[in-house]
């Protein structure tokens, strides 16, 4: 579907469709006076802007009363903006209820586990599962689709915004209802509700639906599969909603594609997109860097993640920064040269579209210190000028539209319901963290230069020679049937502590951990052995393990003892172990190594495949190196990860982006990016 937006989008001199990648910003043009419009345009095109993100928080302006509707702004807007070539994703503006209507409406108001209300006066204040606010809200969806659909300029549909960001969470008396719905479709009756959630513990036997609740503020630990299934349905209570909107645009627009912003990212743990990535035409992502040792990486990482949940298929980024946001503790503004290499490691990853949030930095509201791509300065700034290059250089990179990542061998499994149940309260640690755990992996794979794709759960497996599923705590028997399986036909699997250790209902795998991969590991833990914050255990390789250790026995006598615990309670016993299975393998890390430690062990985990770097030494760890193939070639992406000139021999290829010295090494300088094409066969 996202070749349709590409035709929708742009069609080439001589009227056939011809790809590019798509650039541009969400934009506001309702903050601003009427001549101001016309200085956008033109500096859009000056930018090579051909996309805008229009209407997202516009209801207020568009229905200002309850029958009430102003379109001539938007009309005008729609024009403009098509007189100028640039496309429209027309946000259906359900994002922000207006004030009319929460004062008519208080029951839309999200409530929180405390009881207490989120007031209008910001953004996102409605109840995912309110039937009033989707009355309303379908509403306006039906006026807008009926009016626009027609119109030249639309090239996709963007429901509401970023759903979830602030209301996943709902703990309202319609969440109440709605959660007791979902439970009934989910269980059939009280009494295996009763043994899926373990009431026999501390007499929380249900005898009717009615006297079930949403997780509120509770005296101590609420039920675990009662927060993990409060999870589950505030997932599928947006993606319900998010249906809802699409099917009616559907109805009233067939062809004109239908996405919503994703949020994958870290800290945004709420909303299952791998769930929900076939519910829309095109997966689209929002992004943005965040302080952390691992910024870089992370932002990889992201990006390859949205990757995996669109399939490997082009997706499309709908926001990052071009330089500060405005909701950290401290705001730090981009290096010259990293807003280029981050947009341009999200095409590494399969973006089709460099979007930024927003194209005129607002003068007032809460988000008037968050960049843009025209700053406060102006057009005249080092800012927009280095706008308007990368917009050259994505015009420069149009063959890459429409191409898929092109696998590797290695894959990181990221599990969404591990991630959910392996955080939850009343555990062994409270510090562990699944998303970093399965970052240092990914570090790991970049230091050492060896390509690697996040995928999600349910992905085909055939795809990878090595898969490392980092804390996979949730393993239906299913699941564990399904690795066994694809480990015995030469698949090596590596996994690591708190893996395998419940079902789909959080009730323990009884008889040893690694419960539902005790067997295909070999090995068997009787009890966990988390470290406290700050302490940590040295290994027998020279490694130092934190967090976590485990009493571990090896079970089957083809499992292999890799490394060994040097200190602690576990001295002298197995740390790292792997088990021949089939023709394939098993591995498991029982202790946290961090990214170097890792990286450290990472050779002997991915001998038995044969996993090597394709880059050449001394680019290793400096460089990373991503590919997409498609009807316009295979395209080799080098990101320079560091602030110092890399120079990359012995790669073969049409430069399509960046430079290369006298020999024909291509020249990296810090932070910058090349793109090299080949043909393929
Ligand atoms: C989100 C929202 C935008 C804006 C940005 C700021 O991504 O979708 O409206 O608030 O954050 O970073």
């Not at 496309?87 to 029951?107: C, I, K, N, R, Y």
């Not at 390859?304 to 920064?321: C, D, Q, R, V």
């Not at 071009?322 to 990853?349: C, E, F, I, Y």
């Not at 009787?526 to 130092?544: H, I, K, R, Y």
Request: proline share 6%.
């Amino acid at each position: 579907m996202i070749s349709t937006l590409h035709t929708r989008t742009y069609r080439g001199a001589d009227g056939a469709p011809a790809p590019r990648l798509a650039y541009g910003a969400d934009y506001n043009p309702e903050q601003w006076p009427r001549e101001v419009w016309e200085e956008d345009v033109r500096l859009m095109r000056e930018a090579g802007v051909n996309i805008v993100s229009l209407g997202i928080f516009s209801w207020a302006r568009i229905q200002p009363g309850p029958d009430t509707w102003d379109f001539a702004w938007l009309d005008e807007v729609m024009d403009l903006l098509h007189e100028h070539g640039v496309g429209v994703d027309l946000a259906t503006a359900t994002a922000s209820p207006p004030p009319w209507l929460t004062t008519a409406h208080p029951e839309i108001l999200p409530v929180t586990e405390r009881g207490e209300t989120l007031w209008p006066g910001a953004r996102q204040h409605w109840r995912p599962t309110s039937p009033v606010f989707r009355e309303h809200a379908l509403r306006l969806v039906r006026k807008l689709a009926t009016r626009y659909a027609e119109h030249p300029a639309l090239v996709a549909w963007h429901v509401n915004n970023e759903l979830g960001c602030h209301n996943v969470y709902d703990y309202s008396d319609d969440a109440a209802r709605a959660f007791r719905d979902w439970l009934r479709a989910r269980y059939g009756t009280t009494d295996a509700l009763n043994h899926a959630w373990g009431t026999a513990f501390w007499s929380q036997r249900y005898g009717d639906w009615e006297e079930i609740l949403p997780p509120r503020l509770a005296a101590s630990h609420p039920n675990p599969t009662q927060q993990l299934d409060f999870k589950r349905f505030s997932s599928d209570a947006l993606k319900d909603y998010l249906r809802a909107e699409r099917d009616l645009l559907r109805e009233l627009t067939p062809d004109v594609p239908v996405t919503t912003n994703f949020m994958v990212m870290p800290g945004t743990k709420g909303m299952n997109y791998a769930d929900w990535a076939g519910e829309v035409d095109f997966v689209a992502n929002d992004h943005y860097v965040v302080p952390h040792p691992q910024a870089r990486d992370e932002l990889s990482f992201s990006a390859n993640l949205t990757s995996g949940i669109a399939g490997g298929k082009p997706w499309f980024l709908m926001e990052h920064s071009t330089s500060a946001v405005n909701w950290q503790p401290v705001n730090l503004a981009k290096l010259p040269g990293d807003m280029a290499r981050d947009s341009l490691t999200h095409v590494a990853h399969g973006a089709d579209a460099v979007c930024f949030f927003q194209w005129r930095q607002s003068a007032a509201g809460a988000e008037k210190y968050h960049s843009a791509m025209v700053p406060h300065a102006g057009a005249d700034s080092d800012l927009f000028r280095s706008v308007t290059a990368l917009g050259d250089t994505l015009k420069t990179l149009a063959p890459v539209a429409g191409s898929e990542r092109e696998p590797a061998e290695v894959g990181i499994l990221f599990d969404w319901e591990s991630r959910w149940a392996s955080e939850q309260d009343s555990h062994p640690t409270s510090l562990l963290d699944y998303h970093q755990e399965a970052l240092d992996w990914y570090s790991a794979l970049l230091n050492l230069g060896i390509r690697a794709d996040v995928v999600t759960t349910g992905a085909d497996l055939s795809r990878h020679r090595v898969l490392i599923a980092p804390v996979l705590h949730l393993v239906p028997a299913e699941l564990a049937k399904d690795l066994t399986r694809w480990a015995e036909q030469g698949g090596h699997l590596v996994t690591t502590y708190f893996s395998g250790v419940v079902d789909e209902n959080d009730h323990v795998w009884l008889g040893g951990y690694p419960g539902a991969l005790r067997d295909l590991l070999g090995i068997r833990v009787e009890e966990f052995g988390p470290l406290p914050a700050g302490q940590s255990v040295e290994l027998d390789d020279d490694g130092t393990g934190s967090l976590w250790t485990d009493h571990v026995t090896v079970t089957a006598p083809e499992t292999e003892v890799l490394v060994r615990y040097r200190t602690g309670a576990h001295a002298g016993r197995p740390a790292v172990t792997r088990r021949g299975a089939g023709s394939g393998s098993a591995a498991y890390v029982s202790t946290r190594l961090g990214a170097d430690g890792l990286a450290a062990l990472l050779p002997r985990l991915l001998e038995p495949a044969g996993v090597t770097s394709e880059l050449p030494a001394r680019a290793r760890g400096r460089v990373e190196a991503t590919v997409r193939r498609g009807p316009g070639g295979r395209f080799l992406f080098l990101v320079n990860r560091t602030d110092e000139t890399v120079t990359v021999p012995g790669i073969a290829g049409e430069v399509l982006v960046g430079t290369t010295d006298d020999e024909g090494a291509v020249v990296l300088a810090g932070r910058a990016v090349a793109v090299l094409r080949t043909p393929t066969d």
